[in-house]
């Protein structure tokens, strides 16, 4: 079964870097700018093009995944090639390979690369084993296969990474599920801060779940419900195999942070709903004992923040939404960008919206739900505390205990990428879920 490690997301020269900071990513493993090499003789200013690839460093065997947007120009090629103005194509060298974009345009030629560099060229691919790397006391298995999906007649699997701490002989252990922020459309399991948490005695499991895929048209196999469906199938997977790594089944806890943060409450409060299910470990409970919300989006229909655009991302190049509404000037671009991606649509439609409201936690909070520790920035750019806000009210309102801890300086992070902890977040989350499932 393939892995698709990065859901392939198209963007802008212009726009690589701004997405560095979306939704709490901190930094996108994998995406660098692209190099530009352009003759003295260039082509009219009118010829836009972007070009990337989801990953520029791969490891022996793997895959990733270029695509192209050109406006403009008579002709485009990829390594001589000709090719249409706009495509995808996968692609997996032996080795570190550059792969040129063409355009002709006005008697002249502008070119642009990616370099895909391949660690350990020559060696065969490393299996995904359950085999654990120690390091100080903190115990790691890798790319634990919990679940899979079909897209275009492809199977793809799903991976976790379990940290654990140091035992002899312990009794059962509570575990944390974190889920990366990335916009619902980029991130991955490496952002995650298990080595942290795993030294203060708890069990983490940072999860990969499938990325919405805007340039791909947004397939409904990469759209919302899919998240939820792959980290409710995570949670069954882990308490099924609870045994096997002396972890408490009882004692789950789930946290996340941005988009990640949504998907952490959605699974505190959905549990029994039939729709948001899945069919991952079938038979298991996705129940979890605690949630831990770290500046989650709560509902896109509730401002603020008010939608920039009505366009659909799905059918709608992200070059020309750039120039038409101003990307990262425009405040809430991204948030924009990244519910129509999640939700597969413009954010007018009418289907979006029903999708919308099945995604928003605020339907689903009742009496029985887990207590919840809300962490969030005043500062926010993107996400605005008024979010958390709205869930803090519904989970109130339903009778869930909940502890909202609002950080006047804090903006948007929890720190830093992967084990960075600010200790405004950590300090309090440790004491939340210490008090609620245990641990050191």
Not at 135 to 161: F, M
Not at 177 to 186: D, N, V
């Amino acid at each position: 079964m393939k892995s698709r490690r990065d859901q392939s997301i198209l963007v802008s020269v212009t726009a690589a870097l701004v997405l560095i900071g979306l939704l709490g990513c901190g930094i996108v493993p994998g995406i660098e700018t692209p190099s530009l090499e352009q003759p003295s003789a260039g082509p009219p200013a009118q010829v836009q093009i972007a070009f990337t690839s989801d990953s520029t460093r791969l490891r022996p065997g793997e895959c990733a995944m270029l695509a192209w947007d050109v406006a403009g120009g008579s002709w485009v090629e990829l390594d001589g090639e000709r090719v249409g103005h706009t495509g995808q194509k996968w692609v997996c060298p032996e080795g570190t390979t550059t792969y040129r974009l063409s355009v002709g345009a006005g008697g002249a030629i502008e070119r642009k690369e990616v370099v895909i560099s391949v660690d350990g060229a020559g060696r065969a691919p490393p299996e995904a084993t359950a085999m654990p790397a120690v390091t100080s006391e903190v115990t790691v298995y890798r790319d634990l296969e919990y679940a899979g999906y079909t897209l275009g007649g492809v199977e793809y699997a799903l991976h976790l990474d379990l940290y654990l701490p140091e035992q002899d002989g312990s009794p059962p252990i509570p575990l944390l599920i974190f889920i990366h922020g990335g916009g619902w459309f980029e991130g991955s399991k490496e952002m995650c801060p298990g080595e942290t948490f795993a030294r203060q005695g708890y069990a983490m499991a940072c999860v990969d779940y499938r990325l919405a895929d805007g340039f791909a048209v947004c397939p409904v196999e990469l759209t919302f419900p899919a998240q939820i469906h792959d980290v409710k199938a995570a949670v069954r997977w882990l308490r099924q195999h609870a045994d096997v790594y002396n972890l408490a089944p009882d004692r789950f806890g789930a946290m996340g942070n941005s988009s990640g943060g949504h998907l952490a409450a959605l699974l505190g409060v959905s549990h029994g709903v039939a729709e948001l299910q899945g069919t991952g470990t079938p038979g298991v409970s996705d129940a979890v004992q605690a949630v831990c919300d770290w500046y989650g989006p709560v509902d896109v229909t509730q401002p603020p923040p008010a939608i920039v655009f009505e366009d659909d991302p799905c059918t709608t190049g992200l070059g020309y939404l750039i120039k038409t509404y101003g990307g990262e000037e425009t405040p809430y671009f991204y948030w924009t960008l990244a519910w129509g991606t999640f939700l597969g649509g413009s954010l007018t439609d009418a289907t979006v919206l029903g999708r919308a409201a099945q995604a928003t936690p605020l339907a689903y909070a009742d009496a029985g739900d887990p207590p919840f520790l809300v962490i969030h920035g005043e500062r926010d750019g993107m996400v605005p505390i008024e979010q958390s806000a709205l869930l803090v009210a519904a989970l109130e309102d339903a009778g869930v205990e909940v502890t909202f801890v609002r950080l006047p300086e804090a903006g948007h992070g929890y720190g830093g990428p992967g084990q960075e902890v600010a200790s405004e977040f950590l300090d309090p989350t440790l004491a939340f879920f210490g008090a609620h499932l245990g641990g050191e």
